[in-house]
Every structure is written in structure tokens, then in C-alpha cells.
């Protein structure tokens, strides 16, 4: 049975007036959150660590900053919105000692909680709000009279909570777009299996190796890189407009019948049997434990692999064809992220 889709008409602002809102961190998502909820009229105040780059930002915005703990004692929904690998120390010494009963927790991703490096009290409400785009697009288009689906989750708490979540999601403009219900575990094993095996990790994986397969078959690295990657967005947006049917409506017969008859054997069942195994990591948990690991062991795997990939020849290649486009040059995703 397809999910019910909620709207406008069935969230309630009210529930939030008179109410404090805090959003712990002014990062990607929390950005959005706190200034599309201020723009909708109501209350919100930043929570940050002593030091933090985002002050002045948030400061700049018009908000009233405050130390994590004040929010939280502050605050009558209180929006967790710091890394997942941070989220279980920020808990422990500003957001724990500070909590009181009736107050509401809200995520927009479920890791910590269906993982339990967080485990809030019974008398507290936990909710998720998870806009499907990241925030500068949910920011975008609230700005523009729209939103960004939406998913929302209880986790503790009941129906009075669920009001919270659908009130929020109004806020953001979630429920202009339409709005999801789920629950914690569904929401963060499929979005870490997507992660890792399809949009993320196998996306990135499939670049590389097809850029190096035509590379070391004598083809030149230009070719390669217009074929394998810069290419892949006019798909992929094809794909995203009008389904995977809508795409090959658009591109010629020979594409079409490359499409069926080879790409099956390239993802093949081998492909979809490791797929299942690292699915199987994200439910057991494994996946999570190394995670957290890899943080309080200083990230050096995680920096290494990162360093290695942006060393691979593809990026050199690209960085020196992207100079070429106009209509990228001025892209800093990096300078813009840093700037929240």
C-alpha cells in the first residue's frame, strides 16, 4: 500500500508557537532549518560550542547564539543537527544533564538513536525531520515559495509528538512538497545502504573504474573523463525527472540497447550479492561501529582514503576541463560548506 503523503492542511504551526525552538549546530542542515523556521515566525535560538566558526554566520543571520547546554535548557524543541560521529560527547556533557520531561528531541537522520550511542529518557519526546536534499536546497526552495519532501519519525512520545514533527516539517516547508511517515531504523539503513553501494560509494567506484579501464586501453584521459563522469549528470537528471523508463525515452536506440544488453552484465548478481552483504553490515550495526571507531581513533583510514581519492587522475583531468565551462567556474562547494 503506497505511504500516506501528508500536507499543509495536515500540520499545525500552533503546536510550535510560544514555544523555544534551538538548533544545535549551523551546519548544512541546520542552517535551513533555523532560517526557514524563523522566516514561518517562530522562535529559534542557536546552540554552538565555545570557538565555533559559526557564530559570527549564525550571528550574521540574526540569530541569538548561545552555548549548547543554555539551548538546551533554553529550548522546548531542541533539533540535534551536529555530525553523527559527534552527536553521542555533545549529549553526554551540554545536552543530557540539561533535558527535563516533556521536552522533544529532534534528528533529521536516525544513526544515533537506532544505533543507541545516544539514548535519551523516557520523558522526553524524540522525533526525525529529514528533508530528501540537502540544505542549501531545502534553504533555496522554501525561499522560492516550495519545499523539499520530507520524512518524519517518532521515536518516543506518541501522537502529541508526531503534531511536533508535522509542525516542524511545516515550518521548513517540508509539507509544501509533501511529507513521509517512517521510523528511525528504516530511515538510517536504507539511507546508509544508498550511501554506500549506490549513490555515494558505487556511483564514485563506477567512475573511477571506467575511467581507468579506457585510459589504460590507450584512449585518452579527456575522452575518458567526458564519458565516464561529466556526462553522467545529463543521465542522472534524466533519471531523476522522469524515472529510469523516462531516461531511455530520451537518449538514441544505440544507448538504449547498450543500456540493457551490457549494463546487466556489468552490475550483474555478483554486484547485487555484495550489495546484500553490506546491507547486512548496516543492520548488524557493524558499519556503525567501525564508523564511530574510525572517529575516536583520529579518521586517519578515513583521511587516507579520502587523500587518495582526490589524488586520483580523474580529478587533475577534470579540475583542468571544468576550467573550461564557464558555468562551473565559479562553483566552490567546498568554500561554500565551509562557510556554515
Not at 105 to 124: A, Q, W, Y
Request: glycine share 10%.
Amino acid at each position: 500500500m503506497p505511504a500516506k503523503v501528508f500536507t499543509d492542511k495536515d500540520a499545525d504551526l500552533n503546536v510550535l508557537k510560544n514555544k523555544t525552538l534551538a538548533v544545535l549546530g549551523f551546519g548544512s542542515q541546520g542552517h535551513a532549518h533555523a532560517l526557514n523556521l524563523a522566516d514561518s515566525g517562530l522562535e529559534v535560538i542557536i546552540g554552538l560550542y565555545e570557538g565555533s566558526k559559526s557564530i559570527k554566520v549564525a550571528e550574521q543571520k540574526g540569530f541569538k547564539v548561545v552555548s549548547t547546554a543554555e539551548a538546551v535548557r533554553r529550548a522546548d524543541v531542541i533539533m540535534v543537527a551536529l555530525p553523527d560521529t559527534k552527536q553521542a560527547a555533545a549529549y553526554a556533557k551540554d545536552i543530557a544533564p540539561n533535558l527535563s520531561k516533556g521536552k522533544t528531541l529532534l534528528f533529521s537522520h536516525g544513526f544515533s538513536i537506532h544505533f543507541k550511542t545516544v539514548v535519551p529518557p523516557k520523558n522526553v519526546n524524540v522525533i526525525m525531520v529529514a528533508p530528501k536534499g540537502p540544505g542549501h536546497i531545502v534553504r533555496r526552495q522554501y525561499m522560492e515559495g516550495k519545499g523539499v519532501p520530507s520524512l518524519i519519525a517518532v521515536h518516543q512520545g506518541g501522537a502529541a509528538a508526531r503534531k511536533i514533527a508535522l509542525a516542524w516539517a511545516k515550518g521548513i516547508g517540508g509539507t509544501r512538497a509533501g511529507v513521509i511517515e517512517t521510523n528511525f531504523r528504516e530511515e538510517t539503513e536504507t539511507d546508509l545502504f544508498g550511501e554506500q553501494t549506490v549513490l555515494c560509494g558505487g556511483c564514485s567506484a563506477l567512475v573511477q573504474a571506467g575511467f581507468e579501464t579506457l585510459v589504460e586501453a590507450g584512449y585518452s584521459p579527456e575522452m575518458a573523463y567526458f564519458e565516464c563522469l561529466h556526462e553522467l549528470k545529463l543521465i542522472v537528471d534524466l533519471m531523476n525527472e522522469s524515472g529510469i523508463s523516462g531516461m531511455r525515452f530520451s537518449i538514441s536506440e544505440t544507448a538504449k540497447w547498450g543500456d540493457v544488453t551490457v549494463g546487466p552484465k556489468i552490475i550483474d548478481a555478483s554486484v547485487k550479492k555484495r550489495m546484500k552483504a553490506a546491507l547486512k553490515d548496516v543492520q548488524s550495526g557493524k558499519f556503525a561501529r567501525e564508523w564511530v571507531n574510525e572517529y575516536k581513533t583520529g579518521y586517519k583510514r578515513y583521511n587516507a582514503l579520502l587523500n587518495e581519492g582526490a589524488n586520483h587522475p580523474i580529478e587533475k583531468v577534470g579540475a583542468r576541463l571544468r576550467a573550461m565551462m564557464p558555468w562551473m567556474q565559479k562553483k566552490n562547494i567546498k568554500g561554500a560548506q565551509a562557510a556554515y
